[in-house]
T-cell receptor, first 113, second 110 residues
Framework: SQTIHQWPATLVQPVGSPLSLECTVE??????LYWYRQAAGRGLQLLFY??????ISSEVPQNLSASRPQDRQFILSSKKLLLSDSGFYLC????????????FGNGTRLTVT | GQNIDQPTEMTATEGAIVQINCTYQ??????LFWYQQHAGEAPTFLSY????GLEEKGRFSSFLSRSKGYSYLLLKELQMKDSASYLC???????????FGAGTRLAVHP
């Protein structure tokens, strides 16, 4: 069966510091991968998605970037965090077929101080 | 736009039935998904509809009307553990990208 791992679970970082969140998927090949952010009391916002190694699509302009160095690894980064980057970051995967549901990792709660 | 609207909060009694409605803009529609999210946890997939009608999965059912841009999630025989947020999400733009509503927070009382 497929599993998705995301770490760390919680992170407190000062403004201006860098960020790296990592996500890996097991038990499937060629997944679509996604990074979402959920601000307190709000819906999930799609940040990035990837359909293959090195292929990254950005949905909203922001202070973040994403990379996919391996088929089942997805990384979210920032060079300098802003206060507004605080939130609950969720990695997800789906199979390549249309209408395949997204399956989420356990999330990283990021607080920028 | 991609407005997805659902009620912010609902309350219900243990053992009862509750219906959570969701409306969405019909342009670019590629499936309607429902997720459950307990406080502080990740969303978990419940159901999806791509054709009109009712899909039943145990205590949970989901309905879709594509022409009306309308879906609902029906929860039967409510249990305390069903207290959670329920997220309506529209597939849009291919690659299984989902646009989420803000969620409906359901509180189940004894």
């Amino acid at each position: 069966s497929q599993t998705i791992h995301q770490w760390p679970a919680t992170l407190v970082q000062p403004v201006g510091s860098p960020l790296s969140l990592e996500c890996t998927v097991e038990g499937t090949s060629n997944p679509n991968l996604y990074w979402y952010r959920q601000a307190a009391g709000r819906g999930l916002q799609l940040l990035f998605y990837s359909v293959g190694i090195g292929q990254i699509s950005s949905e909203v302009p922001q202070n973040l970037s994403a990379s996919r160095p391996q088929d089942r690894q997805f990384i979210l980064s920032s060079k300098k965090l802003l206060l507004s980057d605080s939130g609950f970051y969720l990695c997800a995967w789906s199979a390549g077929q249309d209408n395949s549901p997204l399956h989420f990792g356990n999330g990283t709660r990021l607080t920028v101080t | 736009g991609q407005n997805i609207d659902q009620p912010t909060e609902m309350t219900a009694t243990e053992g009862a039935i509750v219906q959570i409605n969701c409306t969405y803009q019909t342009s670019g529609f590629n499936g309607l998904f429902w997720y459950q999210q307990h406080a502080g946890e990740a969303p978990t997939f419940l159901s999806y509809n791509v054709l009109d009608g009712l899909e039943e999965k145990g205590r949970f059912s989901s309905f879709l009307s594509r022409s009306k841009g309308y879906s609902y999630l029906l929860l039967k025989e409510l249990q305390m553990k069903d207290s959670a947020s329920y997220l309506c999400a529209k597939g849009s733009g291919g690659y299984n990208k989902l646009i989420f509503g803000a969620g409906t927070r359901l509180a189940v009382h004894p």
